[in-house]
């Protein structure tokens, strides 16, 4: 099962649902987000921007009656707006899920599933609003061990879960070299046009262009902090979801999630704990009757594995089958389907063109939208 919160086309989501629960080809079940929720200035055009109250419950009315399984709230949206969409969510107990909007405190934010740990360290303290990625990581270095135990207090009694992505934050560490992310052999599973175009980071839309090249240090004990408080998050009784942010530069759809997991456990978490947050805390959140438990009348999602994945995380290679949706996939169909993806995508006409198309395109917007400042005190442009 994937939940998609983030369908900036609008209709991609509904489309692979309905092509996979109608055998026209093969992927999970599909739970939607719709469009954003967002206040003036949001980042995307697929969203309902709300200024008040009463515009925030009638963006909720509209996204339940229109099927979707989830509301995504975004980063420009306005304290009243916030707390008027997760009253009518509350009101129709249908989730409300998304990033702490920039002007929310987060013990008052009130959401179901808070993503990329985004709000949980304090305001600046010229009360400036956060910078854009990964400048915000460092307000994590000023947390204290006080300070992160009141935000766990908050997460607590607001119910509110944490999905951490961090291996989408990860990526940006690696992409500090832009050998080493090129290198990556998962990123032979998608077009050359996302990995040596738009998703480069010198020539793509990378954030870690935004980090000046001699001031890149100070991230990995950014990171190391975000992984402690993801530990403690999980001890203190905080429901720790697996989320990867798909579609952020380096993440691979399937791989990213392996790699969630075993950052999980990096962060202290035990490789069965680690599943349990995906296939049973995950499952939970979902609200499809019997999602994560093998038990009569249960929905039919398995993988099977030849070596035990509870054990050691490298067993998580060893996949046998798949089982989604009562339909069953070997290892052989696996692979051959994976093979033609790969075929597809080295083709050695678009291999070379279309990185080229995706860079010049990024020339061009970045000429239009010049990069914000990269100080860590700057507001987002």
């Not at 921007?49 to 009656?65: F, P």
């Amino acid at each position: 099962t994937v939940r998609n919160l983030g369908d900036t086309n609008g209709d991609a989501s509904t489309r692979a649902r309905d092509g996979i629960q109608g055998g026209a080809f093969a992927g999970p079940r599909v739970l939607r987000c719709g469009p954003f929720v967002d206040g003036p200035g949001g980042l995307f055009g697929n969203s309902i921007v709300v200024e008040n109250a009463e515009q925030a419950t009638d963006a909720v009315d509209r996204i339940i009656a229109d099927g979707f399984d989830c509301v995504k709230v975004y980063d420009e949206l306005a304290p009243e707006a916030l707390s008027a969409v997760v009253a009518a969510g509350n009101r129709a107990d249908f989730p409300v899920v998304g990033h702490v909007p920039r002007r929310v405190d987060f013990g008052s934010a009130g959401l179901d599933d808070a993503q990329h740990l985004r709000g949980f360290p304090p305001p600046l303290p010229d009360g400036a609003l956060p910078p854009p990625p990964p400048n915000w990581w460092r307000a994590f270095e000023r947390m204290s061990a006080v300070q992160i135990n009141e935000r766990i207090g908050e997460a607590l009694w607001q119910d509110m879960a944490m999905t951490p992505t961090l291996a989408a934050q990860s990526q940006l560490l690696v992409a500090r070299d832009a050998e080493a992310f090129a290198a990556r052999p998962e990123l032979a599973l998608l077009p050359p046009w996302l990995r040596e175009g738009l998703w480069h980071p010198v020539a793509g839309i990378s954030a870690i262009r935004r980090v000046p090249v001699d001031d890149r240090a100070w991230m990995d004990g950014a990171f190391a902090k975000m992984r402690s408080i993801v530990r403690r998050l999980h001890s203190a009784g905080v429901p720790v979801h697996t989320g990867t942010d798909s579609g952020a530069p380096g993440i691979v759809p399937g791989a990213a999630l392996h790699e969630e997991l075993r950052l999980l456990v990096a962060s202290g978490l035990s490789p069965e704990a680690a599943l349990e947050a995906s296939m049973v805390t995950s499952a939970s959140a979902m609200e499809v009757p019997g999602l994560g438990r093998i038990a009569p009348d249960a929905p039919a999602d398995l993988v099977l594995f030849s070596e035990d994945p509870t054990r050691d995380l490298a067993h998580l290679d060893t996949i046998v089958a798949v089982v989604s949706q009562g339909r069953i996939y070997s290892r052989a169909m696996l692979d051959e389907q994976m093979a033609r993806y790969q075929e597809r995508y080295a083709d050695p006409g678009p291999a070379r063109i279309m990185p080229a198309l995706a860079r010049a395109a990024v020339r061009w917007l970045l000429h239009f939208a010049p990069e914000p400042d990269a100080s860590p005190t700057s507001p987002r442009s």
